[in-house]
């Protein structure tokens, strides 16, 4: 044994006092001949001893077929201590690494008075898995506990040289020590219950690296000195950092007094702030404990609801009684077992729930209550989240909310105790910053999200967070609020708003919920972007929840209510003169998503709004329901989609087959079509074409040809609306086998009375016609929407669907129906006249009675008569036919003035008609100025000259069938 010639006392413990404390003293492995230390091995080598090494192994093995799980004991000599044992106040081991995979290991300490704590019991040349003091020979985790005590925990993190366990950590350490008689106290090293894990510290043995050293004191020792920061953490800011910090509160404060919103949102805050005083703790229980996937979701997010509402509190109103509301949570799970990480969505959101309860109470907790906290967010969280990144997870490239949640989640984590775990933190900070554009792709081009609008609010803030605290907690975002990804982020905030009917119900497609709440991300996102409509929306959304949010009913169900703490950290008062008519009545959304909606007006609950997709069938949390619509009309949702059906079915998430077994995930569970009650294709794509808009019609097109491929050659929905009143929806198949049956769907929780093609359905006093347009003769049946297939589903009771079935005569086949909100603007509107589905998807006809058959298929004689305007916007059917447009469209022709001559421009796109360009001063009389100018299918502009003596000058175009 070496010897420290100076301290060296024979027989006895040599004691390094720490310099600058003479109440300090360092008692380190070698010191004295009464240390020692040695690691074991279980199996095969239970009979071996490793006592010569120059390093110390803790392992839990598992693999079954050779079990080697391994220990280490060290034993530290106390016994020139200047001051009695019991006067200990504070006390560290500290081990120097080798190699480690991150993880957590316990401490043991083996009791005064039992064999193994004498000199001589044990000798690290002599010890042995067979013979060691107090091993638990059948467990790699644990002690005897007739003759040993867990001491606590310590935390291995990844990159780090060294590992300590402090007093402040384990009062059970201070007790142990203090109940020394004898000078000799040995401490075991094992690793956590759970999972594999392997680490190895340097042994008084190795040559370069540090011995395990104890480190004893009747004072406070004083911490060791922080380590550098990564380049990731550079600018590294003190707490609060996360998300609303100082100055972010001083603004917050400023506004309460400006702002006539704000106090009262404050005031709901801190009212269920004051609720949580009296709840429960957060519990180390499963949503449904019968279940393989070990679920926290119901405990993890009340407890974030606490400390968003708690924290908002106690920093505005400085009331003690929140922040020891909150540690109360936060030192709970701090001392969980684990976080399942089984569901990695456990991690992530406690994670995040822990990072700002950390940064947020910093000022209101003790140094041992942060030290308890920072270990069960390194253990629990972010050595997880560091394995995941090795292994690399599948969430770490999906475009979906675990994307955005789990990387989130552990981002903030490793912002909140950076300074205390700097290479641990880096490399999640880089791991998420290389992870989370993956899922930011899924908004390009233009901000659509194909998990639906809940999943879209859920996920965006968990992006949103993210971005937001890398800027108040490094003050820059490592470049991700950069790039086409995040400028379509930026665009989101508009997907969102045009998700949400005038009745205040989501297009809930997907596993997405229906009733539109609060989201306090679009006043992240108007402040980000610069977008001020985002808030005024907003703020729209928060005033009409006010009354549930004051009638104590958040949180009733899987809702977004646990952020509503961050409607006052985010809030924004931007866009006081926006007003609804700055919104589009209709927008289109592509990319991945592909889905449109289409409004009457803006500002109204009794509007028209119609919604309609196309999408991919195997999206995250996406159905079978390429094609369907929801339409809101009068105050009512009348065609609904059904939303999601409970997690817990067996398959619900098997994208390979069993998820779509059931009603509510399937195209027949939809308002879309099936072709003999056949399934769509599951790995299926549609685009939506031809999007249109005008003041008085929008129309577009769905290409659901691979949706139904293998079933028919071709089938494409259209939808228009007319009149910005009514609703016509066209079905188009090609190529279908005859005697096929064409199925056609609406879902609606209205009563229905149907009289053959029509039908009339009443809810709440209002009334909604249906109408089928073609084939002639078919009629609608109304039947319960009850599921069919696997027991356990929804019953959806109260539910009818509202179908047509028509058997295939030829291969072609239309299915056209007309949907009239009943109003007295809308009775006695005229038979629609034109057919929604684009010019680009119609036929080359070769004459005008081929073309007005095509568009006009349900029009009259006179609606179909060469000078009629069956849709009234100017356009006569031979003007339409000429100039290659739908007859629901205005004629491209153009005019245009300037230095001294008028042109008029257009396009010829047909031989067989003459188009001539008449000219006139008075309007009442005209002359040709050119008859069939130009090349047919190429623009072409005539023009006539200005002169002072003729101050008006007028130009036509009048097209006529050739002679």
Known sequence: MRLRPVLALAATCALAPLAGSAATFTSRIGDSPRSADAWISSGIEAAQNFGAENRLRVRHHTDTTNIRHRKSYLRFCLQDLPFPAGEITDARLELALITAQPGTYRVWAIRDGFSGDVAGAWTATGLTWNNAPHNDTASGTALDPAGAEL????????????????????????????????????????????????????????SMLAR??????????????????????????????LLWDAAGEAATRALLASDPLLPQVLEVVVAEAEAALSEPVIQYRFDDPNSSERRLKDERRASMYRIFNLGVAWRLTGDARFADRAKADLLAAAAFPDWAPDHFLNVGELSLLMAVGYDWFHAAMSESERAAVRQGLVSHGLNPGHAAYQRRDWWLSAQSNWNQ???????????????????????????????LPAAMQAFLPDGAWQEGPTYWAYGTTYNALAIAALHTALGHAHGLDSGPAYAALGK??????????????????GDSKSIAYFSPVLFWLSHAFNQPVYAWFERQLVEGDLPRMRSGQLMQDDSLDRFL????????????????????????????????AMR?????????????????????????????????????????????????????????????????????????????????????????????????????????????????????????????????????????????VLRWAMHTRASVTVNGGAARLTQNGKQLEAQILHPAGASFVAEPATPSGPGGQNPNLG?????????????????????????????????????????????????????????????????????????????PNLLAFALGVNPGERAPVTTHASEGWLSLAFQRVRADLDYLVETSTDLSGWSPLALNPGVVGEETSVSVPLTPDEPRRFLRLVVEPQF
Not at 574 to 580: F, K, L, N, P
Request: negative net charge; proline residues 8%; aromatic residues 10%.
């Open 405 to 435: 949640v789990c990387n989130g989640g552990l981002l903030l984590g490793a912002l909140a105790v950076a300074e205390h775990h700097p290479e641990l933190a880096a490399s999640i900070v880089n791991s998420a910053v290389a992870s």
């Open 565 to 596: 703490g961050l409607l006052v950290v985010w809030f924004n008062p931007a866009g006081q003169q926006v007003t609804y008519d700055d919104l589009p009545l209709d927008q289109l959304f592509t990319g991945s998503t592909s889905l449109a």
């Open 600 to 740: 009457g007006s803006w500002g109204g609950r009794d509007s028209l709004y119609l919604a309609f997709k196309g999408g991919w069938n195997r999206a995250e949390h996406g159905h079978m329901d390429l094609g369907s619509f929801v339409l809101d009309a009068l105050g009512e949702r009348w065609a609904i989609d059904l939303g999601t059906d409970s997690y817990e079915l067996p398959g619900y998430f098997d994208f390979n087959g069993g998820r779509w077994q059931y009603y509510r995930l399937n195209n027949l569970g939809h308002n879309t079509l099936a072709i003999n009650n056949a399934l769509q294709v599951n790995t299926a794509s549609a685009a939506i074409t031809g999007f249109h808009s005008t003041p008085a019609l929008a129309h577009a097109t769905v290409n659901l040809d691979a949706a139904y491929a293998g079933q028919a050659s071709s089938v494409r929905r259209g939808f228009a609306l007319l009149d910005r009143s009514r609703v016509l929806i066209e079905d188009r198949f090609t190529g279908v086998p005859a005697g096929r």
């Open 492 to 509: 989101s905030g508009a997907y969102h708003i045009q998700t949400v009917g005038p009745t205040n119900h989501y297009f809930n497609y």
């Open 212 to 241: 395990p050293a104890l480190i004893v004191s009747n004072e406070a020792l004083p911490p060791p000195p922080p380590p550098p920061l990564p380049p990731a953490l550079s600018g590294l800011r003190p707490h609060p950092r």
């Open 151 to 206: 001491l606590g925990t310590f935390v291995v993190t990844s990159g780090a040289a060294t590992a300590s366990f402090r007093a402040s950590q384990s009062p059970a350490l201070l007790q142990a020590l203090r109940a020394d008689t004898n000078g000799l106290v040995t401490l075991v090293l094992t690793q956590q219950d759970g999972g594999f894990t392997s680490v190895e510290f340097a042994s008084s043995r190795h």
């Open 799 to 875: 539910v009818t669907r509202l179908l047509v079935r028509h058997t295939t005569v030829s291969a072609d086949e239309r299915i056209v129906v007309l949907l009239t909100p009943l109003s007295a603007e809308t009775r006695g509107l005229p038979w629609p006249g034109f057919r929604p589905l684009t010019p680009a998807a119609a036929p080359t006809v070769p004459d005008y009675g081929a073309w007005s058959r095509f568009h006009l298929p349900f029009g009259s004689a006179a609606e179909r008569a060469p000078g009629a305007d069956p849709a009234g916007v100017g356009t």
